[in-house]
């Protein structure tokens, strides 16, 4: 047996264009699976800032998504999508709600307030005022999920005190640090009643 005739005489040269040939030979398709049905869409019926709406919505859709690009109503921040910095909340029969993770499915026969529902005829809300007057935001990012949160804060009867207000508004984070000014709002707010 002479050496070409050794397999493992070869040479790289052929082996390279033995390799580059089985390469280009056609592959055996994979298997393909069936493609997933697409999302069942349901109708959903709610109120969001007071005006009722019929919509159909995939249920996977969040109510933060479904506001911002559906309904226009971009003052619900989209800061971490994971409900920790609060930049979303909003109120749902009056509850606060991290709307990222809240399905809009979810708030079928429900009320939906966001920041844009709480003025008036073009009035500010007391606690927007508020806030205002005690410079209580800075870059302003988290400044309508902090006035959301601080309405039902208030609603829940949990302003008595720096402390409690603190404690009570801890999941609205403000990356400015202007706690200090949040918490005054607050406490001015509560101290005439509570917001109109």
């Not at 050496?3 to 040939?21: M, Y």
């Amino acid at each position: 047996m002479s050496k070409k005739d050794d397999a493992s005489s070869i040479s790289r040269r052929g082996f390279l264009v033995l390799s580059g040939a089985a390469a280009a030979l056609p592959a055996s398709a994979p298997a393909r699976t069936p493609a997933p049905p697409p999302p069942r869409r349901r109708a959903t019926r709610f109120a969001v800032n007071g005006r009722a709406m019929v919509v159909d919505l995939e249920p996977r859709v969040t109510l933060l998504d479904f506001l911002r690009d559906r309904a226009g109503l971009t003052g619900a921040k989209k800061g971490c999508n994971e409900g920790a910095c609060g930049t979303c909340t909003v109120l749902v029969d009056g509850q606060r709600m991290n709307s990222c993770l809240t399905l809009a499915v979810q708030c079928d026969k429900r009320e939906v307030t966001t920041i844009e529902g709480l003025a008036e005829d073009g009035r500010l809300d007391d606690l927007q005022q508020a806030f205002i007057e005690h410079d209580a935001f800075q870059c302003g990012y988290c400044t309508p999920g902090q006035i959301v949160s601080a309405r039902a804060c208030i609603a829940e009867g949990h302003a008595g005190s720096e402390a409690e207000v603190r404690e009570w508004m801890s999941g609205n984070i403000c990356r400015c640090a202007a706690y200090p000014q949040i918490t005054a709002a607050v406490l001015d707010v509560a101290a005439k009643g509570g917001p109109r």
